[in-house]
């Protein structure tokens, strides 16, 4: 089971104003990941193949940039 959490924010949270600093946004993401799982386990909900993506293993890709002008 793939999820593109909140995490896909990080690359945004960085460029909007330099709010947030990539390594805060980096324990952000570790933050979320950890909350989600939590609540997803006491919800029962199977978590062995849950993996959270980020949105920054991909979009700063060139595939995924070129993809995006078409």
């Known amino acids: ?13 960085f460029l909007d104003a330099n709010k947030s600093t990539l390594e805060t946004l980096k324990h952000r993401t570790k933050y979320y990941s950890f909350l989600l799982k939590a609540v997803f386990k006491t919800l029962g909900v199977p978590i062995e193949k849950l993996e959270f993506v980020t949105g920054t293993s991909y979009q700063l890709k060139e595939d995924y940039t070129l993809d995006m002008y078409r």
């Open 1 to 13: 089971m793939n999820i593109a959490s909140r995490t896909d924010l990080q690359l945004h949270g």
